[in-house]
């Protein structure tokens, strides 16, 4: 049977980069729990309630295919804050 050695700076640098994959799981998974909640406290609105908030339902839709990097509520209200003026 082979063995595996790993010196002490290998074993940190492992340490490393599984700590990092399980945290970025972890923030993905939050991401997607917000995303899941946004969209079902706001899919009850309708046309005229998500226009009063600076929404369309385009906006709700495109939650689902934006990347899991990007915080989906921060972007929302992005959109809400540059529709300004009767729209």
């Known amino acids: 049977m082979s063995q595996i050695h790993i010196d002490q700076s290998q074993g940190l640098n492992l340490r490393a980069i599984v ?20 969209k079902k406290s706001l899919g009850r ?3 005229n309630e ?3 908030i600076g ?24 959109k809400c804050l540059s529709r300004t003026g009767n729209w």
Request: aromatic share 4%; proline share 2%.
């Open 50 to 52: 998500l226009r009063d």
């Open 55 to 78: 929404l369309i339902a385009s906006d709700l839709d495109s939650l689902s295919s934006a990347p899991l990097s990007t915080d989906a509520a921060a972007e929302l209200r992005i």
């Open 45 to 47: 609105l309708s046309e």
């Open 19 to 38: 700590t990092g994959f399980f945290e970025g799981g972890v923030a993905r998974a939050q991401e997607m729990n917000t995303r899941r909640k946004i």
